[in-house]
């Protein structure tokens, strides 16, 4: 492997890296303030690919000859709801979301969740850290084998933290939104009570 085509794929692969997300703040203590939630709405698209028809061909005799089938491509646009969790006006986590709705197990598969994409993320970054290392050394030293095992490590640390990063983000929750709300609405039920 060429020394520029590693030291591009080592660098993206660190870019992917550095960009890892950290574990939201949590704590927040119920202030008597009712549950609720933000709502936004974000465009999404991708292209695919879809069947326009097809033609046929045939020998000079008539007899067939085989077929071929038309493509074109087609964007496809959708909107995708995005919510956060509240106390009052105050954005919150969905860990404490569901521990100040009284759900306690909620809360800990919701940590537990986090927890584990945390952990995932931030040994991937060792991963890909080390595999820095011994590409750089392999590449100091001509040693392709060496270079070519700090290249692979890289790319499993940047996978693996992939792998970990989503967990973290607030936006991607384990619980759908109406459990959220049947939380938040039996909560908010108890406070009218009290």
């Not at 698209?45 to 046929?56: D, F």
């Not at 095992?149 to 991607?172: C, D, E, Q, S, Y």
Request: glycine share 12%; proline share 4%.
């Amino acid at each position: 492997m060429k020394p520029d085509t590693a030291r591009s794929i080592a660098v993206i692969s660190l870019a992917a890296c550095v960009g890892c997300a950290s574990l939201p703040t949590t704590g927040v203590r119920a202030t008597g303030e009712p549950l609720g939630f933000d709502f936004e709405t974000s465009q999404h698209g991708y292209i695919t690919s879809e069947k326009v028809g097809e033609v046929k061909y045939q020998t000079a005799s008539g007899q067939s000859a085989g077929s071929a089938s038309i493509y074109r491509d087609k964007q496809v646009t959708y909107q995708k709801l995005e919510w956060t969790p509240k106390q009052g006006k105050t954005a919150i986590s969905d860990e404490d979301f569901f521990r100040i709705a009284g759900l306690p197990d909620n809360a800990d598969t919701v940590h537990s969740k986090v927890m584990h994409g945390f952990i995932a993320s931030r040994v991937g970054l060792a991963i890909a850290v080390i595999g820095l290392g011994l590409l750089g050394a392999g590449m100091w030293r001509h040693d392709q084998r060496m270079s070519g095992g700090g290249l692979l490590l890289t790319a499993v640390g940047g996978i693996t933290v992939g792998i970990g990063g989503p967990a973290l983000n607030p936006k991607n929750h384990v619980f759908p939104l109406s459990e959220a709300e049947s939380a938040a609405n039996a909560y908010n039920q108890t406070l009218k009570e009290k």
